[in-house]
């Protein structure tokens, strides 16, 4: 590496920065990885199954971890933050914040023992959309990349009123360090940055009441229906009504639920009516017996094979579609949904009673976005994504700063990977010159 004082700083390690920081690796260029969760992958790593392929989506991404995590021009810092960015186009110095972890990255044998004495019981496990609970030392996930164990600060009784300890006592690898404090480390020498931060959804910021959302036990979204059918998931792949665990037999999918309205966000989501398409497909194989129903105002599926995606899930996987609007979700004294909806091709207002709802809710920026576009000095667009250049997608409006994959808009994963190559090679260019 000639140039390996010189450096690219890569913010959110979904698959859009880790494809960016492996290809800027792999031209010998030094990389170093941000990410505020405790692992990394992004939303790809709770997906089940992805379109168009139907392949395993963590099937397809472990590889890419374990690459990252090992490669030697790599380095990655979970549980961190951007605070603080200082300079310009090939030489930024950069502030990191990095959140104690309570367990030593380096001496974790990921065996679960500290777990498994953990008196604390109930807490949420944020990688299974809530509906899973963990003790108070946990991974995220079984294949979660680092495969460290971490300590929830909230949560841990020895943390907040100075007694328990028995993880540490019941650790044989001496992995565990209650005394860790959080950390600044100070980066310099960064020739340029890419802003990978990805998405969120909307059900972090409005109550979805409406559709009976956090009311009824069988409404849920699209990102825990991806965590119910999922093998690894909390029902270990054996999709099951919440309420009593009863099979079910009708699904009804509800579509652009708080996208393209004047309500809530005007855009549209963009890979909603593909990713739905497939929720039912993959349901449909978990129970062929199953009847599906699709909610839509209009379907879009632009992408090469996209449509004929919603053919076959139309003529082989029972998949019904029906262009409509939702007025309300009500249930019956079964807690099964009734969906209140208007059939916009005979104008009649009628009613369908299923066993799961299940709301494709809109893609929004990352939580945090405005903070960090201050922090960065670039500016968001009116929906609060990174603005870019129609024409130039991966430059952002500071020089040296680009960014890939759903920070700039939602967009499904092979664009994603598409947009974190042209982002690396922009980074590329400002350290090889071009
Ligand atoms: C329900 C659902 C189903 C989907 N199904 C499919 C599918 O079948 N096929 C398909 O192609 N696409 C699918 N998608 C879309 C896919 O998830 C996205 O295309 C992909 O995750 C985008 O990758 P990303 O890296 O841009 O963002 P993300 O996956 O969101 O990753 C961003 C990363 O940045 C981190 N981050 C955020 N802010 C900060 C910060 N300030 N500092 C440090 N780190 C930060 C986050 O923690 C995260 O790890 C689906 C999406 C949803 C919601
Ligand atoms: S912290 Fe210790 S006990 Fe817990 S998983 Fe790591 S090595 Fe095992
Ligand atoms: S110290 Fe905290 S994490 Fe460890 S066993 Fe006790 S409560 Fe659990």
Not at 22 to 32: A, E, F, N, Q, S
Not at 256 to 282: L, N, P
Request: aromatic share 8%; glycine share 8%; hydrophobic share 40%.
């Amino acid at each position: 590496m000639g140039e390996n004082s010189k450096s690219v700083l890569i913010i959110g390690a979904g698959i859009a920065g880790i494809q960016a920081a492996l290809d800027l690796g792999d031209m010998g260029i030094k990389v170093y990885l941000i990410e505020k969760n405790p692992c990394i992958g992004g939303r790809m790593s709770q997906l089940d199954k992805t379109f168009p392929t139907l392949d395993c989506s963590i099937c397809i991404l472990a590889p890419k971890l374990s690459e990252c995590y090992r490669h030697p021009n790599i380095t990655l810092y979970t549980l961190s933050e951007v605070q603080k960015v200082e300079g310009k186009i090939g030489n930024f110095t950069v502030e990191v914040l990095k959140h104690a972890r309570y367990v030593k990255e380096d001496a974790c044998t990921n065996c679960g023992d500290c777990a498994a004495i953990c008196p604390v019981r109930g807490v949420k496990n944020y990688f299974d959309a809530d509906l899973k609970t963990q003790a108070a030392i946990f991974i995220p996930f079984p294949a979660a990349v680092p495969p460290v164990y971490m300590i929830d600060k909230d949560a841990c009784v020895n943390l907040n009123y100075g007694i328990c300890g028995l993880c540490a006592q019941n650790c044989g690898a001496e992995a565990i360090d209650l005394t860790q404090k959080d950390s600044v480390l100070t980066i310099d020498n960064v020739s340029a940055i890419i802003v990978a931060t990805g998405l969120d959804l909307d059900e972090n910021i409005a109550p979805l009441s409406h559709y009976g959302y956090g009311i009824y036990q069988n409404v849920v979204t699209a990102m825990e229906f991806e965590r119910l059918i999922c093998a690894s998931g909390p029902q270990a792949g054996h999709l099951k009504r919440i309420s009593d665990g009863v099979d079910p037999k009708k699904i009804a999918f509800l579509q652009c639920i708080d996208s393209r309205t004047q309500r809530a966000q005007k855009y549209c989501s963009a890979i909603c009516c593909m990713y739905t398409t497939k929720e039912a497909m993959v349901a449909f194989e978990h129970n062929d017996e199953l009847e599906s129903y699709v909610f839509y105002i209009d379907m879009r599926a632009g992408g090469k094979g996209f449509q004929n995606f919603l053919g076959r899930g139309k003529d082989e996987y029972n998949i019904k579609y029906i262009k409509s609007k939702i007025a309300k979700v009500n249930v019956d004294e079964n807690e099964s949904p009734i969906i209140v909806y208007e059939d916009l091709d005979s104008g009649e207002i009628k009613q369908m009673t299923v066993d799961i709802v299940v709301l494709a809710t809109c893609i929004i920026p990352t939580l945090g976005l405005d903070k960090l576009a201050n922090i960065l000095d670039i500016e968001l667009n009116e929906y609060r994504y990174v603005k870019t250049d129609p024409f130039f997608p991966v430059e952002t409006s500071k020089e040296g700063i680009f960014t890939c994959g759903c920070a700039r808009e939602p967009m499904d994963i092979p664009r994603s990977v598409a947009e974190a190559s042209g982002a690396a090679a922009r980074a590329a260019e400002v350290i090889r010159g071009g």
